[in-house]
């Protein structure tokens, strides 16, 4: 059965719940920016029952303890930003009338075959990728049709540190890795607003992962299937050894916040830490004027980066012609046809070196 033939069996048998009640399964989305501590999270709450699927992206340099995303939707994902001419790394606005369009409902209908696919009929699933901070709304779209209902996890972590660890791994320059960041935390704010969602830093799960998830849970409205007083033994591999990738750098300071002033970044720090304090009408207003700031922003910008873009390209263009037509002549030229031998023999002599250092 292929993933078209899935999704049209789940579309025709998912049965609805009732008007007012709770949807029998809940879909964990744990939404925060790259190198907030997701991984950690999201791994932690494995253990304590939550499905993730068999297929996940696996350890690498950034990640020695793995990255706990399902390789499936990382590939959707990426594919959805590239054609949007994004990736990851990518702090550019994406316009919310892009998810109404017919492109992305074919993005929708892959993300539901695949969760259809990947976590079976699980009554806890979580779901973790850094890019569902942009992508949410495609997310939430396909919960609603499986009848699913997501509970959101905003995980957030000083913007310093993330900076730093972004360094680090990806040689991200701070005023790129800083919009990213802002970006990130702005849109995964706004679009949750409609969920139940709990608030929750990185710093507080590295202090105190049992409590830190008994109050997620409870926020959530949520039971863990292993309980967390008897799950020690279990956590204690998960936090131990600590990867707290970008400490050591506090939000305030000089090298990422370049002036005493209030920043955007910090006005958008201050609104999560209203979060996580419990303190959602604080939050939220605090994040519409950073929102709005952000908007203004994009407006002035924006075209401005097209134009500026379209002139380097026209003009990389008109480099590459003038650069052909001169390579042209070159291998029009009685000289390149009397050193064709010696460059053939050069060629040779390089692969038997290669082959040898083999």
């Known amino acids: 059965m292929n993933g078209l033939q899935v ?20 879909a964990i989305v744990v939404l925060g920016m790259s190198r907030s501590g997701t991984s950690l999270l999201t791994h932690l709450l494995h253990t304590l029952g939550a499905r993730l699927p068999a297929d996940l992206i696996g350890a690498d340099h950034g990640n020695p303890r793995g990255h706990w995303e399902p390789r499936a939707l990382v590939a959707i ?19 919310e009338a892009w998810f109404r369009s017919r492109e992305a409902y074919g993005f929708l209908r892959r993300i539901m075959t695949e969760i259809t696919s990947g976590f079976g009929n699980a009554p806890l699933l979580i ?34 540190e993330v900076v730093r660890s972004l360094a680090d791994r990806d040689e991200l320059d701070p005023d790129h890795s800083e919009l990213l960041w802002l970006r990130s935390l702005v849109e995964a704010e706004w679009y949750s607003r409609r969920c139940t969602r709990a608030w929750v830093s990185f710093e507080q799960i590295i202090a105190d992962w049992h409590g830190s998830v008994c109050r997620i849970g409870a926020t959530l409205g949520v039971a863990w299937p292993i309980d967390p007083d008897g799950a020690t033994s279990l956590i204690a591999p998960v936090l131990k050894p600590r990867l707290n990738h970008g400490a050591g750098v506090t939000a305030g ?36 004027a950073v929102r709005a700031t952000l908007d203004d922003l994009d407006r002035m910008y924006q075209p401005l980066m097209t134009s500026v873009r379209q002139r380097h390209e026209g003009a990389l263009a008109v480099i590459r012609q003038r650069n052909e037509a001169a390579l042209a002549v070159i291998r029009a030229s009685t000289c390149w046809r009397i050193t064709a031998p010696l460059r053939a023999i050069s060629h040779h002599l390089q692969r038997a070196r290669s082959t040898r250092n083999v």
């Open 127 to 160: 779901i973790k990728d850094p890019r569902i901070c942009r992508l949410l709304p495609l997310y939430l779209e396909a919960f609603d049709v499986l009848d699913i209902e997501p509970l959101v996890i905003l995980q957030v972590r000083p913007m310093a």
């Open 7 to 26: 999704l049209s069996r789940v579309e025709a048998t998912t049965a609805r719940s009732p008007p007012g009640a709770r949807p029998a399964r809940q």
């Open 77 to 95: 994902n990426d594919a959805i930003l590239l054609t949007l001419d994004r990736r990851w790394d990518d702090p550019r606005p994406i316009t």
């Open 253 to 288: 300071s000089t090298s990422v916040f370049r002036t005493n002033h209030p920043t955007l970044s910090r006005q958008a720090w201050t609104a999560a830490e209203n979060g996580i304090a419990g303190n959602e009408v604080a939050a939220q207003a605090a994040f519409d």
